[in-house]
């Protein structure tokens, strides 16, 4: 009995010393993390003692918010959208301002003016022109986001309420490409060009209205927007054709050297689309009735839009030649009858 109850003492003395050692362990085990756990209370305290709720440690060492808030969004105002493309605005509106004032002016000096600053910045610099491709965006109504392009909105807005006042103003000083052809006509000798017969002339101006409804039939048909680069050279002043669209640019403005306007009185589907609005014109020019007999305007017209008595209001471009002639009251024969007339009841009267 007493060695059974030694050996009964010895195993519990062993199971004491064993226990304490795994205790001992343990509690080494968990030091390191108790006192990383007061550093990161040491850390988050002045968080705390400044009102700002104290976040772990691991979301701050993630960069994520573990409350699940988003980021605040910066809210878009149009102050902010305005202030972005106000210079744009302000200079597409200075161009209309030059544009209309060399129109009403009647000034060839002033339209030549228009003319290069529609080539510079319209064209090169910005690359402002009415587009079959904004024709094809009226058709599917998929147009550029407005609050995002004010600029070309205010430019398309006007040419189209020029269009609808005036005629195809546009055509006649807002286009880059037409400022060129322009320009080109008037630099070049008179002896280059070629006019063709007048009954061939007037049933060429229907290609570019047969233009207009194939291409746009083919849109609709395919929704295929790079057509653009075969109907029309606008893409010229972003400088970004491939080889054979240089070669056909290069062979349109050779052949325009020869025939006046080539492009814009017989291929242009813009052309088309605002003569067919123009005639719904508001301000048209004035005839006399002695334009009935007299040629002179409809020899001087570029455009070959006067025929006899009356204006073909699609082809007419306002280019002012014609009201110029109007004006000069010592070669439009309207005002030299009125003179004689005058003159005849002056003699009468002083014969009485």
Same mark, same amino acid.
């Given at each position: 009995?007493?060695?059974?109850a030694?050996r $009964?003492?010895?195993?519990?003395?062993?199971?004491?010393? !064993?226990?304490?050692?795994?205790?001992?362990? #343990?509690?080494a085990? %968990?030091?390191?993390?108790? &006192?990383?756990?007061?550093s990161?209370? =040491?850390?988050?305290?002045?968080?705390?003692?400044a009102g700002?709720?104290? #976040?772990?440690?691991?979301?701050s060492? =993630?960069?994520?918010?573990?409350?699940?808030?988003?980021?605040?969004?910066?809210?878009?105002t149009? &102050?902010?959208?305005l202030?972005?493309?106000?210079?744009?605005?302000?200079?597409?509106?200075s161009?209309?301002?030059l544009?209309?004032?060399?129109?009403?002016r009647?000034s060839?000096?002033?339209?030549?003016?228009?003319?290069?600053?529609?080539?510079? +910045?319209?064209?090169?610099?910005?690359?402002? $022109?009415? =587009?079959? *491709?904004n024709?094809?965006? *009226?058709?599917?109504?998929? %147009?550029?986001?407005?609050?995002?392009n004010?600029a070309?909105?205010?430019?398309?807005i006007?040419?189209?309420l020029?269009?609808l006042?005036?005629?195809?103003l546009?055509?006649?000083?807002m286009?880059? @490409?037409g400022?060129?052809?322009?320009i080109m006509?008037? %630099?070049?000798?008179a002896?280059l #060009? !070629?006019?063709?017969?007048?009954?061939?002339?007037?049933?060429?101006?229907w290609?570019? +209205?047969?233009l207009? !409804?194939?291409?746009?039939?083919?849109?609709?048909?395919?929704?295929d927007?790079?057509?653009?680069? +075969?109907v029309?050279?606008f893409? /010229?002043?972003?400088?970004?054709?491939?080889?054979?669209?240089w070669?056909?640019l &290069?062979? %349109? $403005?050779?052949a325009t050297?020869?025939?006046?306007?080539? +492009?814009?009185?017989?291929?242009c589907?813009v052309?088309?689309?605002?003569?067919?609005? &123009?005639?719904?014109?508001? @301000?048209?020019?004035?005839?006399w009735?002695e334009?009935?007999t007299?040629?002179?305007c409809?020899?001087?017209?570029e455009?070959?839009?006067?025929h006899g008595?009356?204006?073909?209001? /699609?082809?007419?471009?306002?280019?002012d030649?014609?009201e110029?002639?109007?004006?000069?009251?010592?070669?439009?024969?309207?005002?030299?009858?009125?003179?004689?007339?005058?003159?005849? /009841?002056?003699?009468?009267?002083?014969?009485?």
């Open positions: 009995m007493r060695g059974a030694a $009964l003492i010895l195993l519990l003395a062993l199971a004491a010393i !064993v226990g304490r050692t795994t205790i001992d362990a #343990r509690v085990s %968990l030091a390191p993390v108790a &006192s990383e756990g007061a990161q209370t =040491s850390i988050a305290a002045p968080a705390e003692s700002q709720p104290a #976040r772990p440690a691991a979301a060492s =993630s960069g994520q918010d573990p409350w699940g808030f988003e980021d605040e969004q910066t809210v878009e149009w &102050s902010d959208i202030r972005s493309q106000a210079l744009n605005l302000a200079l597409v509106a161009f209309f301002a544009a209309l004032v060399s129109f009403l009647r060839v000096r002033l339209k030549y003016v228009t003319l290069a600053a529609t080539i510079g +910045y319209m064209g090169f610099a910005k690359s402002y $022109l009415i =587009s079959i *491709v024709v094809f965006g *009226v058709v599917k109504w998929d %147009l550029p986001i407005v609050k995002y004010l070309w909105y205010l430019f398309a006007l040419a189209v020029s269009t006042l005036w005629g195809r546009y055509c006649g000083r286009c880059a @490409f400022a060129v052809t322009q006509d008037a %630099l070049l000798p002896k #060009r !070629v006019e063709a017969p007048a009954p061939i002339e007037r049933r060429a101006v290609i570019k +209205y047969g207009l !409804v194939a291409v746009v039939a083919y849109f609709v048909a395919t929704n927007l790079l057509v653009y680069r +075969y029309e050279p893409w /010229m002043f972003g400088l970004s054709g491939t080889a054979p669209m070669i056909g &290069s062979a %349109l $403005l050779i050297v020869f025939v006046r306007n080539l +492009y814009c009185r017989f291929l589907p052309g088309a689309t605002l003569g067919l609005l &123009s005639r719904l014109t508001v @301000f048209r020019i004035k005839r009735s334009c009935r007299c040629r002179i409809e020899k001087a017209c455009w070959d839009a006067i008595p009356t204006i073909d209001v /699609m082809e007419c471009v306002r280019c030649d014609c110029r002639i109007y004006a000069d009251t010592e070669k439009c024969p309207h005002w030299i009858v009125l003179k004689r007339k005058s003159g005849r /009841m002056a003699g009468a009267a002083g014969a009485r």
